[in-house]
Structures are given as structure tokens and as C-alpha cells.
């Protein structure tokens, strides 16, 4: 059944389409490796290993990750297991996605749609889930907000300024409607976060029941968030697909099978997804340090360096793509990762606090909130006409400048608790 | 743009029976900028502001006198850059125009700043965004509706969308500013921080507004040039300017140099104004002393609506209050910051609030490239609320010299 629905699209890309396709874009060639060695395990097993490991010119940036190892048993130093770390994370990102989209060629669009969805952001989400372990329930909010802002200003600001500076003499035109409806669950987002602030303003007297009151209402938000996101996949695979099938037919890379076989490709990613938990941990015990070490606060390394970490993969892919002025996939890939961690990566982490016993609310505190909602009205007025030019990108950027420059110059000691 | 409908055709017959050349081109000269307006009514308040000054005819009477001398002022400035624009080709004149257009607010900020008096600079700035968004916007959209019952009216909404676009971008800066001395910090850190994030985003503000202008006069020109074909006409029967390049220059300076006097009555006599008027002074910044600055840019933009000519309407507001917000307060918190003084972004809460349901509301409004007076209408009537607001809020004026 899968190989029937294989042989029939030109181009088997699962949605969100523009995420499978952002690894393609970062992956060479290195055929060196396999001529030599004799016995046919062998040669797999290497034609294996090229692929996987070597197959992306971020692979220089590999010996990160045993650095960070040695850095931890050693005790070199919090900082710098802290750096390494993060250095590390940005291959294995990217390697991930490639892996998804490997699976993806078997399971069908379908299923691997689901699998792209949740393993798009797994960064994002080991992060959350050890740090609501080690009770910084702080880090998993401004971590995942920054996440949020990354993806709409950072990312979608620099495809758009690129792309409009490489199209200058051309019109840019992208279709409306997917980026309406991930405005649309974005705004719901943002209502599910604001309640919860203007809760404390607006209970000020009965200080006691107030917590009790945000927190019975972030957990039951968070119930309704995932099921919108449930129905919004329901939504882009099944029942409207059309809207998101914009430009794939000119997307298929090396042909539409995969490079690596199923199992082969489900270890590598069981594999990669421990490694990439074993740095998290790092990250999340060595982040305090960091910050004192460096005079930067934890706010700014939650909100701003986290995420650019995280979505460095996908942040190139959407530049490539603005080039070439195909502007629906840079959408998808920013807006629908950010659609993917407002609806459904912070609401798991509330509902996993939830079974942990941790108290983790949607109240995101006054600046970061402010933040978040200008952020989504201008990208939401942006989006809304189909066109596009390179100003829109650089007001973009610019508005991402200026919440990092607030965040940076913020001096308010966070407090870790929930 | 705006001026030429203000502007009357000069007779030359009277100048003509005068015997000397010389002095029949100064006499020509001077009824073309003196007289070649139909404000020119307002322009005796200009001596009457200097006297009242010398004389101490009581300091209420100085403030309203320089603010009437002001009007009639600001629209001379608008026609002289338009006229230097002749010579100096499209691209140049459109910087010069985008810095001398909202010259009047420039220099009352200055010389506030100078004064030390940063509250005023903050109202004043701020009353000119929301009265070019909602005042000069909706009279516009409004006459022009009423003017134009049976016609379509419509915009490229592309243009409009930029300006907003710029308008959001300062709305999130001033926002971001506000926020810090909300979000839990001591007083004095949440200040430091503050101001050290006003400085940065200004920096980026002007940034982005230079990037604007390269937008708008090199790369994508085609935006903005939609009906600049029947632009010329009005008074204008030629492309030509009607008074040299350096004899528009000298008057430009004269008049700038007025401007500045005017202006310097008017920041030192408000508070004895608002006393004695029993307003606040929030209301005379935030509402009066706008209305004022933009009066010659108002009634240019209704003149354009009435005419269905829309988008020249929407460039002249839109136009100005991203001028505003995007280059002259960020100019004012560098030039503050060069004099040492604390100025920064945080425009309070109540003022913020209706700035962003301004901006919101506008872009709301031009989002689709229609327009019928009920869109004027709403608009002018939130400004009327906007006014009400400030009119009735009492905050005493002793507190604000030094906020």
C-alpha cells in the first residue's frame, strides 16, 4: 500500500513537506568511503555510516558531541561542557530531521507526517522534558517561547530577507491560507497564555486561590490546545491537503526512494535521540553556570541561544528555499514549527508537569508574553496579503533584534521554581 | 503634495506696475511665499506672539498666539521643500521632504529636551502619531466617502501595509520599554534596563527607517509612484518651481529660524496655559499642539479624498506618523542621549494602550484596499475618545518636569 501511494506522486515528501526537505538541502555527497573493503557487511555498514554521519556539511561539527562527553567526566569546566554541548546539538538536529524523512519514504505520508511532527522539534522537547525533571519549570517556558519567537521573526524574517534581496526584480507571491490557519492556531495559542497572566492582575486580592486557579486553568488549556493541534494535522493531511501540496512537484532530490533501509535508519534514530538527550542533560544541569560565567542571563540563553541552536537546520533550509523563491516551504518550515511547539510541544510539557506532580502553568510572565503577542500580530498582518518583498523580512529581523536586546539587558535574577 | 491645494495663484499684475526689476522680483518673490496660501489670514499672530512675549501680555496669550503663527508656518515649509525638490531631483527631495515634513514637531521636541522637559516631548511626539492615524486618516477617508457615495474608492493597499508594518515594528519598541517597569524588577534596574534598551532600540529604529527610504525611492519605487501623474495639478499648470533654488533656501532657513522662536514661546508657556485654561497639559500635548503641526497635511489630505485620490491621502498620513514614530523619537532619545539626558521609549501605559488600538484599528481598517466614509467616520470618532480621555484625566503638572 505504501509502495502503490509511493509510485503514484511524483514526490513523496510527507507534510509538513518543507521539513523533510530542509536536510536534503544540507546533505553531500561523500562516496570516498565505500570503494574499499572486501566483505558486503562491511561495505554496507560503511555505505551506512557515510550517509548517516558524514552526509551533511554540518558533520565538522560532530567532535562536538564526545568533547562534551570528555568535558562532563573530567569536569573541565561548566561552561564549557555548557558550549559543547550546544555545539554538538546542531548536527544531530539536522540529523534527525534527515533520519524522519528516511522513515518517512516507508511509513507513507500519513504516518510520517505524524513522526515529522513530533520528531521536527525533538530538540525542543527532550530540553523540556529534562528540565521539568530537574524542576526548572523557567527554562522550559522561555526556552520554548524563544523557540516560538525564533521561528516567527528569526527564521522567517532572514528567508524573507534573503529571498527578497536574491528576487529583487521578481514578484514574490506564496499562498495565504496556510499561513492563515497557523496564524489563526498561533492567536489561539496566545489566548491560552494571556488568561492565565491577567488571572494574577486581576485577582490581586485572594492571593491564596490564585496559583490553585492558573494552574486548573493552563492544564485544562492545554487539553484543549492539543486537541486543536490534533485536529489542525487532521485538518493538513486528510481533509485539505491541497492547501499545503502547493509547490512539491519540483522537489524531488535524488529520486523518491530512500537512502537508507527502514531498521537501519530506526537505530540510527533510537541512537541519535540518546545522544541528543545525554547533551540536553548537560544543557539543562550546566545552564546556571554558563550564565554566571558569561555575565549573560538565563533568560537570554533560555530565549535566544537555546532555540537558535535548535532550529539551525531548519533556519538554512529556509533560506535556501527563500532563494529560490519558493516561499510556501519557507513558510511551512518556520510557521508550522512554530504552530508545532505553541500548540503542541507546550502543552505536552504541561500535561507531563501535570503527571509529574510539578506545577507548570501557561503564565509565561509580563515581558515574555508582551513579547509573544506583538510577535504574532506582525507576523500575522504580515502574512496576510500573499505577497512578499525584502522589507517585510527586515522589519522581521529587526523586531528580533530588539526582543533580544530587551532580554539581554534585563537584570532580573530568575527565580527556579514553579 | 499636500500644500499646492492651500495655495492660491500669485496675481502678478499689482507687482507688474512696480518700476524696478530688482525690486519687482523681491516683491514677487515675497507674494509668493508670504501670501500664497490661504492660511496667510494667520500669519499676523507671528508679531502679535513677539510682542506679547516682550510685553508680558500674560503668558496664556503667547502660547495661543504661537500656536496660530505656527499653522500658517508649517504649511510654508511643506510648499518651500516642495519647490527645492524641483531642483534637486526626486530622491534627495524626498529625504529632504521626509525631514523637513514633520519639522515643526522636530523642533518643539528639541527645544523641550533642552528644557529638560521630556514628558512634553514624549505627548507631543505621540499625539502626532495617533493624530495623523485616526484624526488625519479618518477626516480624510470620511470626506471623501460622504464626497464619493456612488463612486469605488480605492488604494494599493501595499504601501499602506508598509507603513503599518513600520508602525508595529515601533509599537513593539515602545511596548517592550513599558513592560520593564512592569515585570518585577527593582525601580532602579528596571530603569537602567530600560533606558539602555531605548537607546539600542532606537538605534535600530532609525536603521530600519533608512532602509524604508532606500525601499520607497530606489528598489520599490513602483509601490509608491500609483497616481503620481495627476499629481500636478492644483495650482501647479508646470513642473517648474516658482521661486529659485537659493531663494527657497534663504526663506526656508528664515522660516525655520520663526519655527524655532514660536516653538520656544510655546514649550515654556504650556504649563501657565494649562493652568490658566484648566486643561491638562497631557491634553495640550497629546491633542492641541498636533492638531497645530498637522494642520497644513490635514487639510491637504481631505482636498486629496474629496478628489477619490486616495492613496495620495494615505501617503501623507500614513507617511507621516512612520516619520514619527521610526525617525524623529528615536532621534530625540539619541539627541537626548548626547545631552545626557534619560529620555527612553516608555510612553505609560494609558498613552501606549492607545497608541497599539490605534495602530491596530488603522491596519485593521486599510487591510483591503476599499474605503467608504463609515471607515473615516469610526476612526475620527476613536480619536474623539482618545481626546476625551486625556481631556478628563487630572494628573497634577507639577510631577512632570522631571519623569
Not at chain 1, 222 to 246: E, G
Not at chain 1, 258 to 274: E, H
Not at chain 2, 214 to 222: A, C, D, I, N
Request: some cysteine; charged content about 15%.
Amino acid at each position: 500500500m505504501a509502495h502503490h501511494t509511493m509510485e503514484e506522486d511524483l514526490n513523496i515528501a510527507p507534510p509538513p513537506q518543507a521539513q523533510n526537505l530542509t536536510s536534503s538541502m544540507v546533505t553531500k555527497k561523500w562516496p570516498f568511503l565505500v570503494t574499499k573493503g572486501r566483505f558486503q557487511l562491511l561495505r554496507n555498514f560503511r555505505a551506512n555510516l557515510q550517509k548517516v554521519i558524514f552526509g551533511t556539511k554540518l558533520a565538522v561539527l560532530f567532535p562536538a558531541v564526545p568533547l562534551a562527553v570528555v568535558a562532563d567526566f573530567y569536569s573541565l569546566g561548566r561552561p564549557w561542557i555548557f558550549a559543547l554541548s550546544l555545539l554538538g546539538l546542531t548536527p544531530l538536529a539536522e540529523r534527525v530531521s534527515f533520519l524522519t524523512e528516511q522513515i518517512a519514504y516507508y511509513t507513507g505520508p500519513t504516518v510520517g507526517g505524524l513522526l515529522n511532527a513530533t520528531c521536527g522539534n525533538a530538540t525542543e522537547m527532550i530540553i523540556s522534558l529534562l528540565a521539568l525533571y530537574q524542576n526548572k519549570v523557567n527554562v522550559v517556558k522561555f526556552s520554548l517561547l524563544g523557540s516560538i519567537l525564533s521561528n516567527l521573526l528569526l527564521v522567517l524574517g532572514s528567508s524573507l530577507l534573503c529571498g527578497g534581496l536574491a528576487n529583487l526584480r521578481k514578484e514574490q507571491l506564496y499562498d495565504r491560507k496556510q499561513a492563515d490557519v497557523n496564524s489563526l492556531l498561533l492567536l489561539l495559542g496566545l489566548l491560552c497564555h494571556l488568561l492565565p497572566l491577567m488571572f494574577r492582575y486581576a485577582l490581586a486580592g485572594e492571593y491564596a486561590s490564585i496559583a490553585t486557579s492558573t494552574l486548573q486553568l493552563s492544564r485544562a488549556s492545554s487539553i484543549v490546545m492539543l486537541i486543536a493541534y490534533a485536529a489542525y494535522i487532521f485538518f493538513q493531511l486528510k481533509t485539505h491537503r491541497q492547501i499545503f501540496d502547493a509547490q512539491e512537484e519540483d522537489e524531488s532530490e535524488d529520486g523518491e526512494k530512500a537512502v537508507i533501509g527502514f531498521w537501519s535508519a530506526f537505530t540510527w534514530l533510537v541512537g541519535m535521540t540518546l545522544i541528543i538527550s545525554l547533551l540536553s542533560e548537560y544543557i539543562v544541569a550546566t545552564i546556571e553556570a554558563a550564565s554566571d560565567s558569561w555575565g549573560i542571563s538565563i533568560s537570554f540563553i533560555s530565549i535566544i541561544l537555546l532555540p537558535i541552536v535548535g532550529n539551525a537546520a531548519e533556519h538554512a533550509g529556509s533560506i535556501i528555499f527563500a532563494f529560490k523563491n519558493k516561499l510556501d516551504i519557507s513558510l511551512g518550515v518556520a510557521m508550522g514549527s512554530a504552530t508545532q511547539i505553541s500548540m503542541f510541544v507546550v502543552p505536552l510539557s504541561v500535561v507531563v508537569a501535570w503527571t509529574m506532580g510539578i506545577e507548570m502553568d501557561l503564565d509565561f510572565k509580563l515581558l515574555e508574553t508582551g513579547c509573544l503577542a506583538l510577535t504574532i500580530i506582525v507576523t500575522a498582518f504580515t502574512l496576510q496579503d500573499g505577497t512578499s518583498h525584502y522589507m517585510k523580512g527586515l522589519v522581521l529581523f529587526l523586531c528580533y533584534i530588539i526582543i533580544s536586546a530587551c532580554f539581554f539587558v534585563q537584570k532580573t535574577p530568575l527565580i527556579d521554581d514553579a | 503634495m499636500s500644500s499646492s491645494s492651500l495655495r492660491k495663484k500669485s496675481d502678478l499684475t499689482l507687482v507688474s506696475k512696480v518700476r524696478y526689476d530688482l525690486l519687482r522680483n523681491l516683491l514677487a518673490n515675497l507674494q509668493e511665499v508670504i501670501l500664497g496660501t490661504k492660511l496667510a489670514i494667520l500669519f499676523p499672530a507671528i508679531p502679535l506672539a513677539i510682542v506679547a512675549q516682550w510685553f508680558d501680555f500674560g503668558r496664556p496669550w503667547v502660547f495661543a498666539f504661537s500656536l496660530l503663527g505656527l499653522t500658517p508656518l508649517a504649511e510654508r515649509v511643506s510648499f518651500l521643500t516642495e519647490q527645492l525638490t524641483y531642483y534637486t531631483g526626486p530622491t534627495v527631495g524626498g529625504i529632504l521632504n521626509a525631514t523637513c515634513g514633520n519639522v515643526t514637531e522636530l523642533i518643539i521636541a528639541i527645544f523641550a529636551l533642552s528644557n529638560n522637559k521630556i514628558v512634553l516631548v514624549k505627548y507631543s511626539l505621540l499625539g502626532s502619531i495617533i493624530s495623523n492615524l485616526l484624526l488625519v486618516l479618518g477626516t480624510s477617508l470620511l470626506c471623501g466617502g460622504l464626497a464619493n457615495l456612488r463612486q469605488e474608492q480605492k488604494y494599493d493597499r501595499r504601501q499602506a501595509d508598509m507603513n503599518l508594518l513600520m508602525l508595529f515594528l515601533a509599537l513593539l519598541c515602545y511596548l517592550l520599554t513599558l513592560l520593564f517597569h512592569y515585570s518585577g524588577a527593582s525601580a532602579s534596574d528596571s530603569t537602567d534596563s530600560s533606558l539602555q534598551l531605548s537607546r539600542a532600540a532606537s538605534i535600530v529604529m532609525v536603521i530600519a527607517y533608512c532602509a524604508y527610504l532606500v525601499f520607497q525611492l530606489w528598489t520599490h519605487r513602483q509601490l509608491f509612484e500609483a497616481e503620481e501623474e495627476d499629481d500636478e495639478e492644483g495650482g501647479n499648470d508646470s513642473e517648474e518651481a516658482v521661486i529659485g533654488f537659493w531663494s527657497g533656501f534663504v526663506w526656508l532657513a528664515g522660516m525655520t529660524v520663526i519655527i524655532a522662536v514660536l516653538s520656544e514661546y510655546v514649550v515654556q508657556t504650556i504649563e501657565d496655559a494649562s493652568d490658566s485654561w484648566g486643561l491638562s497639559v497631557s491634553f495640550l500635548s497629546i491633542i492641541l499642539l498636533p492638531i497645530v503641526g498637522n494642520a497644513a497635511e490635514h487639510a491637504g489630505a481631505v482636498i486629496f479624498a474629496f478628489k477619490n485620490k486616495l492613496d495620495i491621502s494615505l501617503g501623507v498620513s500614513l507617511g507621516s506618523s512612520t516619520q514619527i514614530s521610526m525617525f524623529v523619537v528615536p532621534l530625540c532619545v539619541i539627541v537626548a542621549w548626547i545631552m545626557g539626558i534619560k529620555m527612553d521609549l516608555n510612553f505609560n501605559l494609558l498613552e501606549t494602550g492607545s497608541l497599539a488600538l490605534a495602530i491596530i484599528t488603522t491596519a485593521f481598517t486599510l487591510q483591503d484596499g476599499t474605503s467608504h466614509y463609515m471607515k473615516g467616520l469610526v476612526l475620527l470618532l476613536c480619536y474623539i475618545i482618545i481626546g476625551a480621555c486625556f481631556f478628563v484625566q487630572r494628573t497634577p503638572s507639577s510631577k512632570h518636569n522631571n519623569m
